[in-house]
């Protein structure tokens, strides 16, 4: 077992560290503050090659491994966390579906745009009845006429609508199963098809510089090229492509955690009570010892996680256990920041204060705690019921 990482993916991390650590973070509070979307921010890592870090390199990515991607993630989002989900929901949420389910033509009309990051591409599966229950889906789609003329809202989708948003590929409900239950179908939708249209940005407690808005589609047709996967696949594409995005927040959720570190460490050192450094006293060295445990371990999850969808091999417990860990560790260790930080820590303006508001987001997004949890149980359970049915067949 090797747990050094490869020259290209420490080369992409200390890339992403030096971006975040110069340009990005000095900015955080800003951002923040001015909620703004942050577009030479963003044009600056695409002509690094990180908004496309996974991406196929014939379509204008990087090429680059998920290990690569992770260790860089985590470092765009220990510098800013909106920044952080703008890289990932464009890579993993927005371009992974276009790059793995798309044909040849899809791949060169949508994809090569925003392989580069030039472009941003979004992800719209929630609904207001459709979250948790991504199945529960109500806008539909139907083909009329050599169109896919769809109907209905979506909600919260990361990066619909900013500036250079080239378009969302969306579920819809294009019929029924034979089993009655909803047939869900993946249509790529570019920004300015006629009838479907974007609504204004949210107030947020996290990511206040990133883009997330409803999407509103009346009679919105697109051509029926513009199907992604086969009809009838979508939620299960849209699901696969969700086990990526958790490896994703669990690195942003580790990133957030490492900030959270660095200035637990720095204000340890610097405050004095009693005569002495607060780092000094056993209470705030415990704190310490217990957040860069909890870092390393989640590090670790998110990285195995990474290296398993690289050998193309089952990941979706691991990302499960890599996300459910990761942002529950980078709240606990939000919360500790502050504690070290005192009355400082309450104020606003203190980045510990900041990412206290930030992390919450982490245990909601691309699924929530509650439902990772089922899955990290059920994939338990059918691997004990597989082990069991084996020992039957033996005797
Ligand atoms: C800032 C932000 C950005 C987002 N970006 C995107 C995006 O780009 N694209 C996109 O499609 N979506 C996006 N989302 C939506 C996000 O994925 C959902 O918020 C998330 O899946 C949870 O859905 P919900 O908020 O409707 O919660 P609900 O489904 O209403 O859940 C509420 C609570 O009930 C629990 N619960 C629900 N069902 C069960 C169950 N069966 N068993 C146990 N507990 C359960 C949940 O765990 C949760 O605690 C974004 C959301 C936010 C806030």
């Known amino acids: 077992m090797n747990f050094d990482p490869t020259d290209e993916q420490r080369r992409w991390r200390d890339l992403a560290r030096d971006f975040g650590q110069g340009e990005i973070r000095p900015r955080a509070e800003q951002l923040d503050r001015e909620q703004k979307f942050p577009y030479d921010i963003i044009a ?36 800013d966390t909106s920044v952080g989900v703008t890289m990932e929901a464009h890579i993993s949420l927005g371009c992974a579906p276009l790059a793995a389910y798309g044909t040849t033509e899809q791949k060169d009309r949508f994809l090569r745009r925003c392989a580069t990051g030039e472009r941003l591409w979004a992800f719209g599966l929630t609904e207001e009845e459709a979250g948790t229950d991504a199945g529960g889906t109500r806008t539909t789609a139907q083909l009329e006429g050599g169109k896919w003329v769809i109907n209905g809202s979506k909600k919260w989708i990361t990066n619909s609508g900013t500036d250079i948003t080239a378009g969302v590929t969306v579920i819809a409900r294009s019929g029924t199963r034979e089993d009655g239950k909803p047939e869900l179908t993946a249509l790529i939708v570019p920004q300015e098809t006629p009838g479907y249209t974007r609504g204004s940005g949210y107030e947020k407690l996290g990511w206040r510089a990133s883009d997330q808005r409803p999407l509103y589609f009346e009679d919105c047709s697109v051509p029926v090229e513009n199907l992604l996967g086969e009809r009838g696949a979508g939620l299960s594409q849209f699901l696969r492509t969700l086990d990526g995005g958790r490896v994703a927040v669990a690195a942003l959720s580790v990133g957030l955690a490492q900030a959270c570190f660095d200035e637990a460490l720095s204000r340890a050192q610097e405050r004095r009570q009693f005569g002495k450094a607060i780092g000094e006293f056993q209470a705030i060295q415990f704190k310490l010892a217990d957040m860069a445990m909890e870092i390393e371990l989640a590090r670790n999850l998110v990285l195995k996680a990474a290296w398993l969808k690289d050998e193309g091999r ?68 059918a691997e004990s019921a597989e082990e069991e049915k084996a020992k039957v067949v033996v005797q």
């Open 44 to 79: 600056e890592m695409a002509r690094l090659g990180l908004m496309g870090l996974t991406l196929p390199e014939e379509y204008g990515g990087s090429g680059g491994d998920f290990v690569a991607y992770s260790l860089a993630l985590e470092e765009i989002s220990r510098a």
């Open 314 to 381: 089952n990941f979706s417990r691991e990302a499960s256990m890599a996300k459910v860990f990761a942002s529950e560790a980078a709240k606990r260790a939000a919360d500790q920041a502050v504690q070290i930080h005192g009355g400082e820590g309450f104020m606003e303006g203190s980045a510990v204060a900041r990412y206290w508001r930030q992390v919450k987001i982490n245990e909601i997004g691309e699924g929530t705690s509650e439902i990772n949890r089922q899955i990290i149980a059920r994939s338990l359970l």
